[in-house]
């Protein structure tokens, strides 16, 4: 079998909350798309990641009820270098988004940083630490 990701998937509880949070990490995202129940955006390389809302969801899985716990999906957005990683990380938590982890230069070579959308996914936010 071959199979080719092709749709990162994310539900939502609020589409414009999450649709907000995800227009600050720079996706291009139209204003008409918050009241939607199913949203798409294009990423580089073909990749797509789509929103759905719980009742989206419900439409057709009438049982599904969301993970209780941890975020449901992770996700990392590269930004430019490390200093971009810093006003990314103080720009979203200081909109009030919570932070899982302050940014900090990895063992890895990467200046890396965690916040959590409306849904409690984390996102990663890394560039090389250099």
């Known amino acids: 079998m071959e ?10 509880a609020d589409m414009a909350e999450a649709l907000k949070f995800y227009r600050a990490l720079g996706l291009s995202i139209p204003a008409e798309a918050d009241t939607q129940p199913h949203v ?12 759905d ?9 009438p049982d599904w009820k969301p993970t209780p716990g941890a975020g449901r999906v992770g996700l990392a957005f590269a930004v ?4 971009a990683v810093d006003a990314a990380y103080a720009e979203l938590t200081g909109a009030g988004y919570r932070g899982e982890l302050a ?3 990895a063992f890895w070579g990467q200046r ?3 916040v959590h959308d409306p849904d409690g ?6 560039a090389p630490a250099s």
């Open 3 to 12: 199979a080719r990701l092709d749709v990162v998937g994310l539900v939502v």
């Open 103 to 105: 940014p900090f230069d």
């Open 53 to 61: 809302t719980e009742e989206t969801i419900r439409s057709f899985h």
């Open 121 to 126: 996914n984390g996102v990663d936010l890394f």
């Open 80 to 83: 430019a270098d490390a200093a």
């Open 40 to 51: 798409e955006v294009a990423l580089a390389g073909g990749l797509r990641l789509a929103f």
């Open 112 to 114: 890396y940083a965690v």
